[in-house]
């Protein structure tokens, strides 16, 4: 469908560039299956590159949801369904997918729509277990589909930076990497508490959940060389039952305790949109209507996010550590809290043979062992409109625009990480999570039951 020949760099913003392929015949057609927060952060990428992308298909049961994108990108109302299924059944009328329906419901469309031989861009975490995960790859290679999981942060510039100075040498042969995640603390209270992934039965374990990005960061940075050996430990702390203070209501609009609570519901969505903050999280409050004083007001006193954080039917961990030997001695530990001011920004070290490198997710800093000397590198991020404001701002952006240079040049080299790394890293996570809830140390490929 898409003519392809050399790659060339449009340049859009002061950093960031989408490689096109000379002569191409039409935009890439997408599918957006799932057209929730992430289906319309990523959609919006056809906003922005009309030459290089257009929305032909939406598939979402929610009619609020759909129709917003429909109408954004003006898709022909036989082109829009309520499940993702119907795509599956039509024949094939475009060239990709992005599925971003919710955790578990990951594998099923990935299968069957890798099978019907569209190419996939697909939310992380893959699927809920290794089992589906190993499914997922095995359909997409077998079909010679690209499949994209979104691992945006790969697709950070500060993170580029990272793998470029590792593989560059500028520390030497590493031989430590330290990794932290700081959730944030009304992020963890909105997501994790009270929202989408509170509950691992209905969503996925924490790790999983929210630090598969950074187990497959550590590997990437490792090299992609084999981990040996892991060990973990973790819980559900403080947002448990037991820790209600006496005198707090199931809600928060009617609590005579709210004013010392950090987590009340008033605090974190209400007080925003009186401020005029209509984005995440004030925008995911209200699923079906447009976010204002009213129709966020109605949503604390019916809907999830209203109710205190105390008394959800939340189990997954608040916090937990991972410990990692890798082949060739280089051992690695990652923690992940929720009670943090900062909000999802990571904080690297990386010790070499050679170097330090240290990162605080926006600056980053060699010393040198030799010259004694500590070099900075400032790395600028751009990206246009919406992709600086929502989700993960420029490293979304480089994302689908890696996918659809692959998809249009048939090239899957331009993307990041493939299936078999993808799956990688996620066998990780699920070797991390074994260790915490056995409490021992998995040994990892080859410790089965
Ligand atoms: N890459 C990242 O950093 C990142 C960040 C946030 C979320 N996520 C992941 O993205 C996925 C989506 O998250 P979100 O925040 O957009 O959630 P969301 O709830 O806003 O969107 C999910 C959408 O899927 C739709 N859906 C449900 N059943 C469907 C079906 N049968 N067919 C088609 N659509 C269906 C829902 O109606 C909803 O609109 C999740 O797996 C989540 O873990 C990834």
Redesign the pocket.
């Known amino acids: 469908m898409l003519a392809s020949s050399c790659l060339k760099l449009v340049c859009c913003t002061k950093n960031s560039y989408v490689q096109t392929a000379d002569n191409m015949a039409s935009p890439v057609k997408v599918i957006v299956?799932?057209?929730?927060?992430?289906?319309?952060?990523y959609s919006d990428f056809a906003s922005f590159h009309p030459e290089l992308m257009q929305v032909v298909g939406i598939?979402?049961?929610?009619a609020f949801?759909r129709t917003k994108l429909q109408k954004r990108h003006k898709v022909a109302e036989e082109n829009t369904?309520?499940?993702?299924?119907c795509v599956a059944e039509r024949e094939k009328f475009a060239d990709a997918v992005f599925i971003?329906?919710?955790?578990r419901?990951?594998k099923d469309?990935a299968v069957a729509l890798a099978k019907k031989g569209y190419h996939i861009l697909l939310?992380?975490?893959m699927a809920v277990t290794l089992e589906d995960c190993t499914q997922i790859a095995e359909a997409c290679i077998q079909s010679g589909v690209i499949l994209t999981v979104?691992?945006?942060?790969r697709y950070d510039p500060v993170i580029s930076q990272i793998k470029e100075l590792i593989d560059n040498g500028a520390v030497g042969d590493v031989f430590h990497i330290q990794h932290f995640e700081p959730v944030g603390y009304y992020h963890f209270a909105h997501s994790f508490v009270r929202g989408?992934?509170r509950n691992e039965a209905e969503?996925?374990f924490a790790l999983l959940?929210k630090s598969c990005?950074d187990l497959d960061l550590i590997h990437h940075w490792a090299g992609e060389r084999k981990c040996l050996k892991v060990s973990s430990f973790g819980s559900l702390s403080h947002f448990r039952k037991e820790n209600k203070p006496s005198g707090a209501s199931s809600r928060c609009l009617d609590c005579s305790v709210e004013s010392g609570c950090p987590y009340s519901a008033k605090k974190i969505y209400l007080d925003r949109v009186k401020q005029g903050w209509v984005r995440w999280p004030v925008s995911?409050v209200c699923?079906t209507s447009v976010p204002d004083i009213e129709s966020v007001t109605e949503a604390l006193k019916t809907g999830p996010y209203g109710r205190c954080v105390y008394e959800c039917d939340n189990d997954v961990c608040s916090n937990q550590v991972v410990n990692m030997e890798f082949e060739g001695g280089l051992t690695a530990s990652f923690s992940m809290v929720a009670f943090t001011e900062e909000i999802c920004n990571r904080k690297t070290s990386i010790q070499g043979s050679r170097g330090e490198l240290t990162c605080n997710g926006k600056n980053l800093q060699v010393f040198d062992f030799l010259t004694q000397k500590t070099t900075d590198y400032t790395v600028p991020k751009s990206a246009p409109g919406n992709f600086n404001t929502g989700?993960?701002g420029v490293a979304?952006y480089l994302l689908v625009s890696a996918f659809i240079s692959a998809v249009a040049n048939e090239d899957p080299q331009l993307i990041k990480s493939g299936p078999k790394e993808t799956l990688e890293s996620h066998r990780l996570v699920f070797e991390a999570e074994r260790s915490r809830l056995e409490n021992r140390v998995v040994f990892c490929g080859t410790d089965h039951d």
């Open positions: 299956v799932g057209a929730g927060s992430r289906g319309e952060t598939a979402d049961p929610r949801a369904f309520d499940d993702w299924h971003c329906t919710p955790d419901l990951h469309p939310e992380k975490p979104c691992h945006v942060l989408n992934w969503s996925s959940a990005h995911v699923p989700g993960h979304d």
